[in-house]
C-alpha cells in the first residue's frame, strides 16, 4: 500500500507542480497584457494631449490675431476721436491722470 500512496503522491505533485506552473504562466501573461495595456493608454493619452495643446495653440492664435486686429480698429476710433475733438481730449486725459494722482497718493496714506 505504501508504494500506492507514493504513486497518488508524486502524481498530486505533479499536478500540484502543473498548477502551479500554469498559474505562474497566467500571471506572466496578465502582467505583459497589463504592461501592454499601461503603454497602450499612455500612447492614447500622450495623442489626446498633443492634439489638444496643438488645437490651443490654433485657438490662441486665432485669438490672438482676433484681438490685435480689434485694438486696431480702437486705436484708431481713439485717433479720429482726438482728432475731431482735440480740447474735449486733451481734458479727459489731464482729469484721467489727476485722478490717477489721487488714487496713487491715497495708497501712499493707507
Not at 5 to 32: C, F, G, N, P, Y
Amino acid at each position: 500500500m505504501s508504494l500506492f500512496k507514493t504513486h497518488r503522491t508524486s502524481q498530486a505533485e505533479a499536478r500540484l507542480e502543473k498548477e502551479i506552473h500554469d498559474l505562474m504562466h497566467a500571471l506572466e501573461h496578465l502582467k505583459a497584457s497589463a504592461s501592454h495595456d499601461t503603454q497602450r493608454s499612455y500612447e492614447q493619452l500622450r495623442e489626446r494631449a498633443e492634439g489638444l495643446l496643438q488645437h490651443s495653440c490654433h485657438r490662441g492664435g486665432e485669438t490672438c490675431h482676433s484681438l490685435s486686429r480689434h485694438c486696431q480698429q480702437i486705436g484708431q476710433c481713439a485717433c479720429h476721436c482726438v482728432r475731431a475733438h482735440p480740447w474735449a481730449s486733451l481734458a479727459a486725459g489731464v482729469g484721467a491722470a489727476a485722478l490717477l494722482g489721487l488714487l496713487v497718493a491715497r495708497g501712499r496714506d493707507d
